[in-house]
């Protein structure tokens, strides 16, 4: 987390010299107190003239010091938080498939809001209060040492009791924070399956019920959260009693001094500033530090998120060879589950050969889409193993793979922005390979209709086009890769009869080295234009 702080040195620096020079202006301010109180006893005006615009001075300074020490401290928090999430969001980027889903997107969702929200509130704030606290109270004890040795000694023990509070709480408090960071990945993986299911929910009438479970959850999650604060401040509020009470008795104490002539009244005055300075900032150490210890496990959390690697070698070189050659892809005797218990496929062996159109049919849930994701290497087999030109792609970079193959879902993802970059995804292709990709996609008329062309504004998740549209640009983009074999998983599963023929016929139409299309399609008028037809049923697979 420090490496986040420092990632401008120069702001760091300034930050760290900004809080001793308002510390110093605050005490200085309050050390003026002293000889402009006592010129009631002189009556000297020229004193009293000259402290008056000494005290004037200071304060003004006091004021700018602890300006440019917030602006520092609020621009080095930029640098903290954004690069918080950018190493997340670059380690997800850099995960495999299969590592990626083993979480749910709602459950990243909470890591980059909830979490860094609490690293910013509890650790980076936290850390600066330790920095500012730690820096004023030496400042002031000094001061307050030069004036009374006495009173200095009875802030320290004070100091000293506020400061170990925290640790006899510690476990409690982690318990408590990483309660509330469950309960808010919960809250926000139901929030997204209740969103994302909205059609279904306001269709089958059963708001009510949805509305019930989201409370419930949302109750639970604002709850989890109270508690953590609460014992946070419960922690706080004991050692802050003590520094009330240590104020309290250094006042007296002072007053009494007075009283017997030892101290002047300006002294006194003076004195109760600087022990404000010591009191005040002192309230906030237990809190400051029972905060730092309460992340501790989401700290953690964030950490190995960012430094785990992603699961997918980067150093094993791929064989030399020119395309697939014979044999484009060879699967084994491969098996895989999704759970132990359960497989989805067994034993299943195929080969995909370079030029070839290939179908794979079956019913729902018979695995075929399951394979499609093994071929395109979202996750590793259980069994068996799967290779591409020779190599298991187990032992392939993600680079060298998905050169080899691409494969199109059946939601195309699409960008909020122009149909040239979703088509493109912001790689450099020549103006005449885009055209070629988008011809053999069946998208040149629709372009050709459109205002703007390929500058047409894609609005977010693709709502200004139609279905087929959407499948079109994903067939577009795959070409455009140069893959030697493109895997379709169900790609006009959702498109209406007119629109599924019509990307069919575009799909066969194609001029690529080879195609493995997962299909619902059993028409044998489709099926006979294929080179071959793979049927999946229960997970075991047999050639037509």
Same mark, same amino acid.
């Given at each position: ?17 900004? @809080? ?17 109180? +006592?010129?009631?006893?002189? %009556? ?17 300074? =006091? ?15 930029? *640098?903290?938080?954004? /690069?918080?999430?950018?190493?997340i969001f670059k380690s997800l ?5 299969? &590592?990626? %889903? ?12 909830? +979490? ?22 030496? $400042? ?8 009374? #040795? ?29 309660k509330a960071s469950a309960g ?24 009510? &019920? ?27 509020? $004991? ?25 002047t009244v300006g002294m006194v ?5 600087? $022990? /404000? ?8 150490? #237990? ?21 785990? =690697? ?20 060879? @699967? ?47 996750? #590793? ?13 187990? &032992? ?26 979703? $088509?493109?995804? *912001?790689?450099?292709? #020549? ?27 894609? %609005? ?6 139609? /279905? /087929? ?14 893959? +030697?074999?493109?895997?379709? +998983? ?41 080179? %071959? ?12």
């Open positions: 987390m420090k490496k986040y702080i420092l990632e401008n040195k120069p702001l760091f620096a300034a930050y760290i010299v900004s @809080v001793p020079l308002a510390a110093v202006c605050s005490s200085l301010t309050a050390l003026l107190t002293e000889p402009l109180i +006592d010129v009631i006893y002189t %009556h000297n005006q020229s004193d009293f003239i000259k402290f008056t615009v000494l005290e004037i001075i200071m304060v003004i300074l =006091d004021l700018l010091t602890h300006y440019f020490h917030k602006v520092f401290r609020e621009r080095l928090r930029v *640098y903290y938080v954004a /690069g918080l999430k950018r190493d980027l850099n995960k495999s498939i299969s &590592k990626y %889903h083993e979480n749910t997107v709602p459950q990243y969702l909470s890591i980059v809001n909830r +979490d860094v929200g609490k690293m910013n509130e509890c650790w980076f704030d936290a850390v600066c209060g330790i920095y500012r606290v730690i820096v004023n109270c030496i $400042i002031n004890l000094l001061l307050i040492f030069y004036l009374n #040795p006495w009173i200095a000694l009875l802030n320290i023990i004070t100091s000293i009791l506020s400061t170990v509070i925290p640790h006899l709480f510690e476990e409690r408090l982690t318990q408590k924070q990483e808010s990945e919960k809250y926000y993986s139901l929030l997204s399956d209740y969103l994302n299911g909205f059609s279904t929910i306001k269709i089958f009438n059963i708001r009510h &019920k949805i509305y019930e479970k989201y409370e419930k959850a949302n109750r639970e999650a604002e709850k989890n959260n109270c508690d953590s604060v609460l014992a946070n401040y419960s922690v706080s509020w $004991i050692s802050g009693a003590f520094s009330e009470l240590s104020y309290a008795v250094t006042l007296a104490l002072g007053v009494f001094l007075c009283l017997k002539g030892r101290l005055i003076a004195l109760s500033q600087l $022990i /404000g300075g010591i009191v005040v900032p002192f309230e906030e150490l #237990p809190e400051y530090i029972s905060n730092v210890k309460s992340v501790k496990s989401i700290s953690k959390k964030i950490m190995t998120l960012i430094r785990d =690697d992603g699961g997918r070698p980067n150093d094993i070189k791929e064989e030399a060879a020119d395309g697939f050659g014979g044999k484009a892809i060879v @699967v084994s005797n491969v098996s895989f589950g999704y759970s132990q218990d359960k497989p989805c496929l067994r034993n299943v062996s195929l080969e995909l050969r370079k030029g070839e159109k290939c179908v794979l049919i079956g019913d729902s849930g018979s695995g075929k889409s399951t394979l499609a994701k093994l071929i395109a290497g979202f996750y #590793p087999c259980s069994e068996g193993t799967i290779c591409v030109n020779g190599t298991e792609i187990s &032992k392939m970079q993600e680079s060298q793979l998905y050169k080899r193959i691409t494969y199109i879902e059946q939601n195309v993802f699409l960008l909020e922005d122009t149909l040239y970059n979703n $088509i493109t995804l *912001y790689q450099e292709y #020549p103006e005449e390979k885009i055209k070629e990709a988008v011809s053999m996609a069946g998208l040149s008329e629709f372009v050709l209709n459109l205002p703007q062309g390929l500058n047409t504004e894609v %609005h977010a998740g693709g709502d200004n086009l139609s /279905g /087929g549209e959407k499948q079109r640009i994903g067939i577009a983009r795959a070409l455009l890769t140069g893959a +030697d074999f493109i895997v379709m +998983d169900e790609v006009t599963a959702n498109l209406d009869p007119v629109m599924e023929k019509q990307v069919e016929e575009a799909i066969w139409e194609l001029k690529v080295p080879g195609i493995l299309y997962i299909t619902h399609n059993w028409e044998e008028s489709f099926l006979g234009r294929a080179d %071959h037809v793979f049927r999946m049923q229960g997970g075991v697979l047999e050639k037509r």
